[in-house]
């Protein structure tokens, strides 16, 4: 990984008396596959359409290929895709139509990517954008942003309206792109099994800031479920460091952790005299432990 392809600082947004964005860092590596996880109303639109100088911050830097996102240079938005949660296309234009509009704004498109994808995802270039359904649409939408190669590539909630099939070949598309080139995609979605799937590094967005963001694999070395059995009777005020939150039933608990080592496991099995066995979690798991 190189220098950071994606860089804020202490970025703050607001919307009137609303905070959204709260002294906000972030840095998203070259090359990577990065998730970005938060609950509906986290800001997740808000921080990606900053990033794009869609959205002007009250406070902070923005840097995306080293360059100010309010005032982007024509040559990195050459190197940039993006796809919003809802594309706003011209219903009266047939799809071959949408693509040549696209195409003309850049100097390089690769028609063949885009005649293959077409045909894979199976859109007829000769239908009307108005008689799409909304997947189909999504599904053209996302087309549009890979036919001009882009180094970056943004996707906010992009399958949403595609069907298991299709999110599918969606995300085999995305690890081809990784693959096959130096490229870097950023992207939100609630469907954590997809992003779990693809990504390998993850930023969770909670109350205006980032709660965690780094590789995949460390997120789940740090977040663990322990299932405690005790020896004799536990007492509800027990506390550490790392616990999250505990449930308890008669001689048995279940703690959720943060910052796991296996000393913690040590600790615990010490002090309150039980047998203690660590659970790994998957990534919906994570996600619904750290926004409880």
């Known amino acids: ?32 596959v990065f998730g970005l996880l938060g609950k509906n109303g986290a800001g997740k639109t808000t921080l990606i359409k900053t990033i794009l100088g869609l959205l002007k911050p009250q406070e902070g830097d923005v840097y995306t290929f080293r360059d100010n996102p309010w005032d982007f240079k024509e040559a990195t938005k050459e190197k940039i895709g993006y796809v919003p949660q809802s594309d706003v296309m011209y219903p009266w234009l ?38 799409l359904s909304e997947g189909q649409a999504q599904k053209l939408s996302i087309i549009l942003s890979l036919g001009h190669e882009p180094e970056l590539l943004i996707f906010d909630e992009p399958v949403a309206s595609l069907d298991p099939y299709a999110r599918r070949q969606f995300l085999k598309t995305i690890l081809n792109l990784v693959s096959n080139r130096s490229c870097t995609i950023f992207f939100s979605t609630h469907i954590t099994s997809d992003l779990e799937r ?3 590094h993850v930023a969770l967005l909670k109350d205006g800031n980032i709660d965690f963001s780094g590789e995949l694999d460390r997120l789940k070395d740090e977040v663990k479920r322990l299932h405690v059995t005790f020896r004799k009777d536990f007492n509800n005020d027990f506390n550490f460091k790392g616990l999250l939150h505990f449930e308890s039933l008669k001689n048995e608990a279940i703690f959720s952790v943060r910052s796991f080592t296996p000393g ?27 926004t409880r």
Not at 9 to 14: G, H, L, M, P
């Open 94 to 131: 047939k799809i071959k139509e949408i693509i040549a509009y696209s195409a003309s704004f850049y100097s390089h498109w690769n028609s063949e990517l885009v005649d293959q994808l077409l045909k894979e995802w199976e859109l007829d270039a000769d239908d009307k954008i108005g008689l």
């Open 264 to 290: 913690m496991k040590t600790f615990i099995e010490e002090k309150l005299n039980a047998k203690v066995t660590v659970q790994d979690l998957n990534l919906e798991e994570i996600f619904l432990e750290l």
């Open 1 to 32: 990984m190189n220098d950071p392809i994606i860089q804020l600082k202490e970025v703050r947004k607001s919307y009137g008396l609303r905070l959204i964005l709260d002294r906000l860092s972030l840095s998203v590596p070259e090359g990577s």
């Open 198 to 200: 693809v990504a390998d």
